[in-house]
């Protein structure tokens, strides 16, 4: 495809775009949802380094049809770009069509998505379709049975799970949201790992704190103990004595003058450096 071609092509998608029929907004709860299932997909692909370009409303147009725009798309085997300068997915261009769909219907036009684009994007050979039905909390999943299959088959959910085998991933509805599970593993988006990192250091800093209020009481015992052996042995405890006893912040000092409290006959031999 020459420059011109592909600058032409694109004025059409572009062209094709702004009819307002083309591409009804769901309002912000479809957006939250599709911002963070990407989010999850891109995270768990950087981290395992496998090969799969992933984009989120990215027009697409193959030969000889409409132009379309997946809330999510991936295609396997193709690296994502840490800039990607792409405008739209041309399938004569790229030599290869989507691998899997992803649709997050909120407030959309539900015959479309769980009707039309059911025919039609089996009719382009895509392996996978998902739908997550935002607003009645269900997930719709459909795979080719093969690749010159005409028509998707419904995957069948093992205990709640809709397995994908383009993402190599297990999708299901969990605490209201869609979720991702690799094995028995949940995946997880930049603001849900935000939230567990805070409840870490939340849970440290508790711990931290029982541990100095276990300390301060463990010097505290040492303290009495120290007080008490001295009283014990018929030692009169000076007052510049006690308060040296009761500001010392060494544990190590203060049972090392126990242990001589214990045997030592005068104050000095307890306390001698």
């Known amino acids: 495809m020459t420059p011109a071609e ?3 092509l694109l004025v059409g998608i572009l062209e094709s775009l702004s009819d307002p029929r083309s591409a009804m907004a769901e309002g912000r709860p479809h957006q939250k949802a599709k911002g963070r299932a990407i989010d999850m997909l891109t995270l768990h692909f950087g981290s395992t380094g ?24 991936a295609v396997l085997d ?43 994007y089996a009719r382009l050979r895509i392996p996978e379709y998902f739908v997550y039905d935002r607003l009645r909390q269900q997930v719709h999943g459909y795979r080719l049975p093969g690749p010159d299959a005409p028509r998707y088959q419904r995957i069948v959910p093992q205990m709640g799970r809709y397995s994908s085998a383009v993402l190599g991933l297990d999708l299901a509805v969990s605490g209201g949201k ?17 939230d567990r990192l805070q409840g870490m250091m939340s849970d440290l800093e508790t711990r931290a704190e029982q541990a100095q209020a276990q300390a301060e009481q463990a010097m505290l015992g040492l303290r009495e103990a120290l007080l008490a052996a001295l009283e014990m042995r018929g030692r009169p405890c000076p007052e510049p004595v006690r308060a040296r006893v009761l500001s010392c912040q060494e544990p190590a000092m203060l049972h090392r003058w126990l242990m001589r409290a214990m045997s030592e006959s005068s104050l000095d031999d307890v306390f001698a450096e």
Not at 50 to 61: F, G, K, M, P, T
Not at 178 to 194: T, V
């Open 6 to 8: 592909r600058e032409r």
């Open 50 to 73: 496998r090969v799969i370009y992933l984009a989120e409303e990215l027009a697409v147009l193959y030969p000889g049809e409409d132009v379309f725009v997946p809330d999510i798309l």
């Open 78 to 120: 193709v690296p994502q770009p840490e800039d990607d300068p792409r405008m739209a997915w041309v399938v004569a261009e790229e030599g290869r069509g989507l691998s899997l769909v992803l649709k997050v219907l909120h407030q959309g036009d539900r015959n479309k998505d769980l009707v039309a684009n059911v025919e039609r």
């Open 178 to 194: 869609l979720q991702f599970f690799y094995g028995m593993a949940e995946l997880f988006g930049s603001a849900d790992l935000i």
